[in-house]
């Protein structure tokens, strides 16, 4: 229901593919629109759920959050970067269109998703800039952007555990625990226990997130995972089950899968859609 939700605001944030420049808008929704899990968009109105936010503030992080992503996933592919071919089992955008609509697109689609949070109603004003304090630094430099700069630094070298989740902390983890944060930020009143348990669980799941990504990589195949498979090895990522081991990883994932159920359980029922998102996320398939 969620993901219908976030699909229909997405495609009403985004501009129209006839509105020039026709090319640009074009490859924006195929970025944004061409399928996705829609993950962190669902922890938003999880999480909301789970404090009794409305819905319709939600959409606001919700959307932007997922165009933030979806412009990581544009660049994340290019040639510069994973020189990748298939995302979500189509080809990625550099390859539908070219290279420079591709890093154009990417480009329109982060001023988009701030656009989106500056112009949120019905929130105080007040709320409208923690939003925005707190997803700029989820994709600045400290964040999403430095995660990948370390990621793509790595690359040939050997991390610790430690490394790894720091650097998954910030490429994968930042963007997931700002979209658990977002929706407290949004409701008024949280007290600080419950806000840091919300905290505790967004970072515990960011970087189990990516340590299921990695088991994928290794044991998925391309027709399910839509992107192909085995890519790390090829580029000699430095990743969990790389230094490892895939018994440690999965290991590790179960343990923050665990972790991150504690940090639920003072909020009983209400929780459990984030329960439930949290178990799909280490047990995913794709
Ligand atoms: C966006 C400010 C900004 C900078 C870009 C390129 C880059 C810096 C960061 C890349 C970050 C990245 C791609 C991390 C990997 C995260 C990850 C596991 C993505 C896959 O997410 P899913 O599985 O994908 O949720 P779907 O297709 O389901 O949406």
Not at 39 to 49: F, H, I, M, S
Not at 169 to 190: D, F, N, P, Q
Not at 199 to 216: E, Y
Not at 272 to 286: C, H, K, N, S
């Amino acid at each position: 229901m969620y993901t219908a939700r976030v699909d229909h605001e997405l495609d009403a944030a985004l501009p129209l593919a006839v509105t020039r420049p026709e090319r640009l808008h074009d490859a924006m929704r195929y970025a944004v629109l061409n399928g996705g899990k829609r993950v962190r968009p669902l922890l938003v109105y999880a999480t909301g759920e789970c404090l009794d936010v409305d819905p319709k503030l939600l959409d606001v992080p919700a959307v932007a959050i997922e165009l933030i992503h979806a412009f990581s996933l544009v660049h994340d592919d290019l040639p510069a970067m994973d020189n990748d071919d298939l995302r979500r089992g189509k080809p990625t955008v550099h390859k539908q269109y070219d290279e420079a609509t591709a890093i154009l697109a990417a480009d329109a689609l982060q001023p988009l998703a701030f656009s989106v949070l500056a112009n949120i109603e019905g929130a105080p004003p007040a709320a409208a800039i923690e939003l925005v304090r707190l997803i700029t630094g989820a994709c600045g430099s400290t964040g999403m952007t430095g995660g990948q700069s370390i990621d793509l630094a790595a690359e040939g070298t050997a991390l610790c555990a430690a490394e790894l989740e720091h650097m998954y902390s910030l490429k994968t983890g930042a963007l997931i625990h700002a979209a658990v944060v977002s929706a407290c930020l949004l409701r008024e009143g949280l007290t600080e226990s419950d806000a840091a348990a919300l905290d505790r669980f967004g970072r515990d799941i960011g970087i189990a997130f990516q340590i299921k990504d990695d088991i994928l990589d290794v044991e998925g195949e391309t027709h399910v995972i839509g992107k192909p498979a085995g890519s790390d090895v090829s580029l000699n990522k430095a990743t969990y089950p790389s230094m490892l081991g895939l018994e440690a990883s999965r290991r590790r994932c179960d343990e923050l899968l665990a972790e991150a159920l504690a940090s639920l359980e003072r909020f009983g029922p209400a929780a459990a859609p984030l329960d439930w998102l949290a178990r799909y996320i280490v047990e995913r398939g794709r």
